[in-house]
């Protein structure tokens, strides 16, 4: 049974830094982690996502600002935001998959869900 367990998020003024991480438990295959964004009224999308072999993938609108880590010996994903915006303000979820393409995919790809933590940066 693959488990995804979010935590960190909360309120930043724009600039400033938020981390986000995901431990998870279970075995996938192949097992590729991304964390997705929702805002109010829009649809998730994936914005960085990593497995163990390869380079992470970033969304265009996060390229530069955010990084993801992954940290085996603690079974960690971790999302570093950096010089956050208002746009970047959604519920950010974290997800797994097991074989295919890490990143760029959609979210009707990933069977495997965190619960979210909101995270809102302010003008």
């Known amino acids: 049974q693959v488990q995804l367990v979010e935590s960190g998020g909360g309120s930043v003024q724009a600039g400033g830094s938020l981390t986000l991480s995901c431990v998870y438990s279970?075995?996938?295959?192949?097992?590729?982690i991304t964390w997705f964004r929702q805002a109010s009224g829009k649809e998730r999308e994936g914005v960085a996502s990593?497995?163990?072999?390869?380079?992470?993938y970033y969304a265009d609108s996060v390229k530069g600002r955010f990084t993801i880590y992954l940290d085996k010996a603690v079974n960690t994903v971790t999302l570093q935001m950096n010089s956050l915006k208002p746009e970047d303000t959604a519920v950010y979820y974290c997800?797994?998959?097991?074989?295919?393409?890490?990143?760029?995919?959609?979210?009707?790809?990933?069977?495997?869900w965190g619960q979210g933590t909101q995270v809102t940066v302010s003008s």
């Open positions: 997800a797994a998959k097991g074989v295919g393409a890490c990143g760029g995919g959609g979210a009707g790809e990933y069977l495997y």
């Open positions: 279970g075995y996938l295959y192949r097992r590729c």
């Open positions: 990593i497995r163990d072999l390869g380079s992470p």
